[in-house]
């Protein structure tokens, strides 16, 4: 989200706290969040595609919630309700046009009204097909994760994406020759995979979740969280929003407001200070001299730091003006005394989502299903392929693998280290020496953390070469 | 539990005390206009001091950038580096673009040049070279900086001017010299200059109208980082578009009749009080090399910026007042052959600096001698 963006929502919900407060607050969330998945997405070149991304996010998701979440199996009327607002959107846009709106870009990139009317017989189809259908729910999960997945793949990387750029635009009747992986920028649907894949597994044998329409997609693309988490659990994120709200003036109204402003200054002031400095391409081949070269990655290391936590306390803070208390997502990571609780303070919703989702149940797989295998290949394995996941999840490219390969090995070093050889070396379970080593061990995690972040900054493997022979 | 009573806060009030703290403070920023706080460096502190003025238009690729507050600027450049001391000797180069150095590396500038060549003392004592040349064309932005650099006594200032320097009606107009009335108010009142006091409004004094010049201070000063780990403090392009050399039949220049430049069109009493403002210091003034092409309508035409008959009028009316009132004037408009140029008709490549700087060199030495 942009400044602007931001002193936008920020503007909406305090004129709603202020004379609304806490009456429709669930529809309000609703109707925010599907204006905020439209306007968030930036445009494309591609006729209609910034139309189509965050309509297809919806539409999956009202599917998923009629398989993992619907009410009895039936449309009530708050639902019926929510899937005419959800549908009269595309047509508002367009008639919006007609007023002379149609140069503001989110209603810019909404298609003809045939290919609407089209579009809306068609998902009411969908639904009537899978009202009168049972369907085999398991199947049906499995296709949704594989879609999602292989979304999220072609987004990651740029050569598939070109090859969906030059896809879409034959479709469209567009020329190829333009095309790039920059026309496919489908923004939030990280997080929204993350949620969903969240939703089908947790679901998976269990029985619904008895949520109405309106309130699932409230979580699905809730617009503080949409774009960059924190990635929240349904169960916790519909209790906050069936909570009982009390002043609108209340603590969490104030905290919310000392979020915004502390993540404002750390997003941009103190992040878009540093990103002037930090390590970069043209840095990592203009600067030759060592101690300026440190310099720069220390700038990169904070930079994405308060880059994020800012973002994420600006969205925390919204959420609170919302009355929705996000999970946090940073816990002062750079203090951490060593790696393995820097990746539990760093983006925790992230990793907690890939420990929960991948770590764990691979890691159950393989000591089930190979007994023979020792703990500690097991415990290599899963730490660097889910490290290396969350380092493609960044971008299919080498830099990132390398830079998960490089936080797993951490991962795995310390994890051998903490259990099989500290507990033999006798002065370190000195009490007297605690704070001198929990200082060493301070500053040795987030240097290694930062040269890390070499790897993550640079596009190539040669240019994170360069620099480390200029760091050393 | 929550105390709801503590946490009952009226949002009118926070919002009209916050709205309230915010207009005290811009007007208080307003009675502080006169603290330079473009002075507060981390140059010549933690980060060494440039070679030359900031400027530039691609600051992330050149880790520099195009400013307007002269107190910060000086900061930034090694002259304010340290006090001088007993045995220095300081020589201040200063004019446009071509002596900041366009398109060379801040050694192969005149400046960068000199300071490799001069291997002698003057008057017994070491000298040292300074670029304080800015890419802009104006006497007055010149008198700006050099009144800016008086605390740091420059023993002798080399001054390379050229007609477009001179023009008398366009000295307000220059970036620099606009951007800072209050410098300029105090230059005019000092140096008796003859032209109007700018007008201050006084909301270009709080911290709204001052946050792009508060906010280039900032960034002066982590873009000094990149420069100091890369001495990179311009974009050197390998190919550039090389200065017109053809031109249209076209006498015209900045709506003066031809053949009709008069003194009072030129601002050579800019000069002549800069000089006169400085009495403890020497001056040699030097009209700068052009490109003298011999393309199309050359006999019409020295260069894109100038028609013949402006430029030659131009030397006729310098060398004569310079004369007359007895200042080091020297001309060295022929001096660079038209192929050192580089993508203007007043850029020099490095033989062109090479051949400016021997000549320049020559000129201190004699200066020197005599002086001794």
Same mark, same amino acid.
């Given at each position: 989200?942009?400044?602007?963006?931001?002193?936008?929502?920020?503007?909406?919900?305090?004129?709603?706290?202020?004379?609304?407060?806490?009456?429709?607050?669930?529809?309000?969330?609703?109707?925010?969040?599907?204006?905020?998945?439209?306007?968030?997405?930036?445009?494309?070149?591609?006729?209609?595609?910034?139309?189509?991304?965050?309509?297809?996010?919806?539409?999956?998701?009202?599917?998923?919630?009629? &398989?993992?979440?619907?009410?009895?199996?039936?449309?009530?009327?708050?639902?019926?309700?929510?899937?005419?607002?959800?549908?009269?959107?595309?047509?508002?846009?367009?008639?919006?046009?007609?007023?002379?709106?149609?140069?503001?870009?989110?209603?810019?990139?909404?298609?003809?009204?045939?290919?609407?009317?089209?579009?809306?017989?068609?998902?009411?189809?969908?639904?009537?097909?899978?009202?009168?259908?049972?369907?085999?729910?398991?199947?049906?999960?499995?296709?949704?994760?594989?879609?999602?997945?292989?979304?999220?793949?072609?987004?990651?990387?740029?050569?598939?994406?070109?090859?969906?750029?030059?896809?879409?635009?034959?479709?469209?009747?567009?020329?190829?020759?333009?095309?790039?992986?920059?026309?496919?920028?489908?923004?939030?649907?990280?997080?929204?995979?993350?949620?969903?894949?969240?939703?089908?597994?947790?679901?998976?044998?269990?029985?619904?979740?008895?949520?109405?329409?309106?309130?699932?997609?409230?979580?699905?693309?809730?617009?503080?969280?949409?774009?960059?988490?924190?990635?929240?659990?349904?169960?916790?994120?519909?209790?906050?929003?069936?909570?009982?709200?009390?002043?609108?003036?209340?603590?969490?109204?104030?905290?919310?407001?000392?979020?915004?402003?502390?993540?404002?200054?750390?997003?941009?002031?103190?992040?878009?200070?540093?990103?002037?400095?930090?390590?970069?391409?043209?840095?990592?081949?203009?600067?030759?001299?060592?101690?300026?070269?440190?310099?720069?990655?220390?700038?990169?290391?904070?930079?994405?730091?308060?880059?994020?936590?800012?973002?994420?306390?600006?969205?925390?803070?919204?959420?609170?003006?919302?009355?929705?208390?996000?999970?946090? %997502?940073?816990?002062?990571?750079?203090?951490?005394?060593?790696?393995?609780?820097?990746?539990?303070?760093?983006?925790?919703?992230?990793?907690?989502?890939?420990?929960?989702?991948?770590?764990?149940?691979?890691?159950?797989?393989?000591?089930?299903?190979?007994? %023979?295998?020792?703990?500690?290949?097991?415990?290599?394995?899963?730490?660097?392929?889910?490290?290396?996941?969350?380092?493609?999840?960044?971008?299919?490219?080498? %830099?990132?693998?390398?830079?998960?390969?490089?936080?797993?090995?951490?991962?795995?070093?310390?994890?051998?280290?903490?259990?099989?050889?500290?507990?033999?070396?006798?002065?370190?379970?000195?009490?007297? &020496?605690?704070?001198?080593?929990?200082?060493?061990?301070?500053?040795?995690?987030? %240097?290694?953390?930062?040269?890390?972040?070499?790897?993550?900054?640079?596009?190539?493997?040669?240019?994170?070469?360069?620099?480390?022979?200029?760091?050393? | 539990?929550?105390?709801?009573?503590?946490?009952?806060?009226?949002?009118?009030?926070?919002?009209?005390?916050?709205?309230?703290?915010?207009?005290?403070?811009?007007?208080?920023?307003?009675?502080?206009?006169?603290? *330079?706080?473009?002075?507060?460096?981390?140059?010549?502190?933690?980060?060494?001091?440039?070679?030359?003025? *900031?400027?530039?238009?691609?600051?992330?690729?050149?880790?520099?950038? $195009?400013?307007?507050?002269?107190?910060?600027?000086?900061?930034?450049?090694?002259?304010?580096?340290?006090?001088? $001391?007993?045995?220095?000797?300081?020589?201040?180069?200063?004019?446009?673009?071509?002596?900041?150095?366009?398109?060379?590396? *801040?050694?192969?500038?005149?400046?960068?040049?000199?300071?490799?060549?001069?291997?002698?003392?003057?008057?017994?004592?070491?000298?040292?070279?300074?670029?304080?040349?800015?890419?802009?064309?104006?006497?007055?932005?010149?008198?700006?900086?050099?009144?800016?650099?008086?605390?740091?006594?420059?023993?002798?200032?080399?001054?390379?001017?050229?007609?477009?320097?001179?023009? #008398?009606?366009?000295?307000?107009?220059?970036?620099?010299?606009?951007?800072?009335?209050?410098?300029?108010?105090?230059?005019?009142?000092?140096?008796?200059?003859?032209? *109007?006091?700018?007008?201050?409004?006084?909301?270009?004094?709080?911290?709204?109208?001052?946050?792009?010049?508060?906010?280039?201070?900032?960034?002066?000063?982590?873009?000094?980082?990149?420069?100091?780990?890369?001495?990179?403090?311009?974009?050197?392009?390998?190919?550039?578009?090389?200065?017109?050399?053809?031109?249209?039949?076209?006498?015209?220049?900045?709506?003066?009749?031809?053949?009709?430049?008069?003194?009072?069109?030129?601002?050579?009493?800019?000069?002549?009080?800069?000089?006169?403002?400085?009495?403890?210091?020497?001056?040699?003034?030097?009209?700068?090399?052009?490109?003298?092409?011999?393309?199309?309508? #050359?006999?019409?035409?020295?260069?894109?910026?100038?028609?013949?008959?402006?430029?030659?009028?131009?030397?006729?009316?310098?060398?004569?007042?310079?004369?007359?009132?007895?200042?080091?004037?020297?001309?060295?408009?022929?001096?660079?052959?038209?192929?050192?140029?580089?993508?203007?008709?007043?850029?020099?490549?490095?033989?062109?600096?090479?051949?400016?700087?021997?000549?320049?060199? $020559?000129?201190?030495?004699?200066?020197?001698?005599?002086?001794?």
């Amino acid at each position: 989200m942009f400044l602007n963006q931001i002193i936008v929502a920020i503007s909406i919900l305090l004129f709603f706290r202020v004379f609304f407060w806490p009456k429709s607050k669930n529809w309000l969330l609703f109707v925010l969040s599907l204006i905020a998945i439209y306007y968030l997405q930036p445009s494309s070149a591609i006729r209609s595609l910034s139309f189509w991304f965050p309509t297809l996010i919806l539409i999956i998701s009202i599917i998923a919630w009629w &398989l993992y979440a619907i009410q009895e199996k039936k449309l009530s009327k708050m639902d019926l309700i929510s899937l005419v607002v959800i549908l009269a959107f595309p047509f508002l846009f367009n008639l919006l046009k007609f007023i002379g709106l149609s140069e503001i870009s989110f209603f810019s990139g909404t298609p003809k009204f045939l290919y609407l009317l089209l579009f809306s017989g068609l998902l009411i189809l969908i639904l009537f097909f899978f009202r009168k259908k049972t369907v085999n729910q398991s199947l049906v999960s499995i296709i949704l994760i594989s879609l999602v997945v292989s979304i999220l793949v072609i987004l990651k990387s740029q050569a598939l994406s070109r090859y969906l750029s030059i896809l879409l635009r034959q479709l469209s009747g567009q020329s190829i020759t333009l095309s790039s992986a920059d026309d496919i920028k489908w923004v939030g649907f990280s997080y929204f995979a993350f949620r969903l894949i969240h939703i089908i597994i947790d679901r998976e044998g269990v029985g619904r979740l008895e949520l109405s329409l309106r309130d699932f997609i409230t979580y699905i693309v809730f617009f503080p969280a949409f774009t960059s988490g924190p990635i929240d659990r349904i169960e916790r994120f519909n209790g906050e929003l069936n909570k009982v709200e009390g002043n609108a003036i209340n603590e969490d109204f104030v905290e919310g407001g000392s979020r915004i402003v502390r993540g404002i200054f750390q997003k941009f002031i103190l992040a878009d200070s540093l990103a002037l400095i930090s390590l970069n391409s043209h840095i990592a081949k203009s600067i030759n001299k060592t101690g300026w070269m440190w310099l720069a990655l220390y700038a990169y290391a904070f930079r994405i730091f308060f880059d994020f936590s800012g973002y994420t306390d600006i969205a925390i803070g919204i959420g609170k003006l919302a009355g929705i208390n996000l999970p946090e %997502n940073f816990k002062r990571p750079y203090l951490s005394k060593n790696i393995t609780i820097f990746w539990n303070n760093w983006h925790i919703t992230l990793t907690q989502w890939f420990r929960t989702y991948y770590f764990n149940p691979v890691t159950r797989f393989i000591r089930s299903n190979n007994k %023979n295998l020792s703990p500690a290949f097991i415990i290599f394995f899963t730490q660097i392929t889910t490290m290396v996941l969350i380092g493609l999840w960044h971008g299919i490219n080498w %830099n990132y693998f390398v830079w998960g390969v490089w936080n797993g090995m951490g991962l795995f070093i310390h994890n051998r280290w903490s259990d099989k050889i500290k507990p033999k070396i006798s002065f370190l379970q000195d009490k007297r &020496l605690l704070i001198p080593i929990n200082v060493i061990s301070v500053v040795f995690t987030f %240097n290694f953390t930062a040269l890390g972040w070499v790897w993550f900054s640079l596009p190539s493997i040669t240019e994170s070469v360069l620099v480390f022979s200029k760091l050393f | 539990m929550k105390n709801n009573n503590k946490a009952d806060i009226s949002l009118k009030r926070v919002v009209i005390k916050s709205i309230l703290l915010f207009i005290l403070l811009n007007f208080l920023f307003i009675f502080l206009r006169d603290i *330079p706080y473009g002075k507060i460096s981390l140059y010549n502190i933690v980060i060494p001091g440039r070679d030359r003025l *900031p400027f530039g238009e691609t600051p992330l690729e050149s880790f520099n950038l $195009t400013m307007s507050n002269l107190d910060a600027m000086i900061s930034s450049h090694k002259i304010s580096a340290d006090k001088k $001391t007993e045995d220095d000797y300081r020589i201040i180069i200063i004019g446009d673009s071509s002596i900041w150095g366009f398109i060379q590396k *801040p050694e192969n500038t005149l400046t960068g040049l000199l300071e490799k060549k001069i291997n002698f003392q003057c008057r017994g004592k070491n000298i040292e070279v300074f670029n304080l040349g800015y890419p802009s064309q104006s006497v007055l932005k010149d008198l700006l900086i050099l009144n800016e650099i008086k605390p740091y006594t420059p023993n002798l200032v080399v001054w390379f001017i050229t007609l477009e320097s001179l023009i #008398s009606k366009e000295q307000l107009n220059i970036p620099l010299v606009k951007n800072n009335p209050l410098i300029l108010n105090k230059v005019i009142h000092d140096y008796q200059l003859n032209y *109007p006091p700018s007008t201050i409004n006084l909301l270009d004094y709080t911290i709204i109208g001052q946050k792009r010049k508060l906010a280039d201070v900032i960034r002066l000063q982590f873009y000094g980082a990149l420069w100091a780990g890369s001495g990179i403090d311009q974009v050197y392009p390998e190919n550039y578009t090389p200065a017109q050399r053809d031109f249209d039949l076209d006498y015209s220049y900045k709506n003066i009749l031809v053949n009709q430049l008069q003194g009072n069109d030129l601002a050579i009493d800019v000069v002549q009080r800069t000089v006169s403002g400085f009495p403890n210091t020497e001056f040699m003034i030097i009209n700068e090399p052009i490109l003298i092409s011999a393309g199309k309508n #050359s006999d019409i035409r020295y260069n894109f910026y100038y028609p013949r008959w402006a430029y030659d009028g131009y030397r006729s009316i310098v060398k004569s007042v310079f004369e007359r009132s007895k200042m080091n004037y020297f001309d060295f408009w022929n001096l660079v052959p038209e192929s050192e140029f580089t993508n203007s008709a007043i850029h020099l490549t490095s033989l062109g600096e090479q051949i400016l700087a021997d000549k320049t060199e $020559t000129l201190i030495k004699n200066l020197c001698d005599t002086l001794e």
